[in-house]
């Protein structure tokens, strides 16, 4: 069964700062998609940021990018120029290639933007 | 349209009560997800919807939850002699993809306490 591990419970950063949140997982397939999720206080989850396991390439949101490193399944998110409205939870998840609806998270982080 | 409406968004009972929350989602989203959500943890799938038809049932959901969505629109979830254990944050959300690359919208949630 694939997991989705965030190793860093509380995440920390000084606002203009770039702050980087880890997210490995494990699996045996070859065809999935990862994605990190923003929960802001009191407020609904948004996308941030999605990968397809089959592109090389870094998926990049304007301030928010990832680092995708296949073989070691990890999949961090880099976000530069912190503002105090990214202070939120940050999910990551894992979705199979051949599933329509399950998506495993992360337990989250939360990240702290300090003024 | 303003996105995925879940009401109520915070509802206390005492256990052993019937509870039902209800969820609106995107009016051209013809996929619905519940989840639940406990403190300090990431979602854990509860039950998917396409259309009217309930698809996948997580083994979380006991014969004390049920989930309908009539007509394909919106989607109840009732949790009936509610325990202390179901006290969390049920999370509705809807997309237009299955699977894949694709996006779930998310509502506020729903908080229940069970005293």
């Known amino acids: 069964a694939q997991t989705v591990t965030q190793s860093q419970p509380e995440m920390s950063v000084q606002e203009a700062e770039t702050v980087t949140l880890s997210c490995t997982y494990d699996?045996?397939?070859?065809?999935?998609?990862l994605f990190w999720y923003k929960q802001p206080p009191s407020r609904q989850m948004i996308l941030v940021i999605r990968q397809e396991a089959y592109k090389q390439q870094n998926a990049t949101e304007n301030r928010f990018s990832v680092n995708f490193q296949k073989a070691a399944k990890s999949f961090s998110l880099k976000i530069s120029d912190s503002q105090l409205g990214d202070a939120a939870m940050y999910f990551c998840?894992?979705?199979?290639?051949?599933?329509?609806?399950?998506?495993?998270w992360g337990a989250g982080t939360k990240l702290i933007i300090k003024p | 349209d303003t996105g995925v409406s879940q009401n109520p968004r915070h509802k206390i009972t005492k256990r052993g009560q019937n509870v039902t929350f209800r969820c609106d989602p995107i009016?051209?989203?013809?996929?619905l997800y519940w989840y639940r959500q406990t403190l300090g943890q990431g979602p854990e799938f509860l039950t998917y919807?396409?259309?009217?038809?309930?698809?996948?049932k997580s083994r979380l959901l006991s014969d004390r939850f049920s989930a309908e969505r009539p007509k394909g629109s919106f989607s109840t979830l009732e949790i009936q002699r509610t325990e202390q254990g179901d006290s969390a944050m049920y999370l509705c959300?809807?997309?237009?993809?299955?699977?894949?690359?694709?996006?779930?919208?998310f509502g506020e949630g729903s908080r229940l306490t069970v005293l």
């Open positions: 959300a809807s997309s237009l993809m299955a699977g894949g690359a694709g996006e779930l919208f």
């Open positions: 919807f396409q259309n009217e038809a309930q698809l996948e």
């Open positions: 998840a894992y979705r199979s290639g051949d599933s329509n609806y399950q998506l495993i």
């Open positions: 699996t045996s397939e070859s065809d999935y998609y």
């Open positions: 009016s051209e989203h013809n996929r």
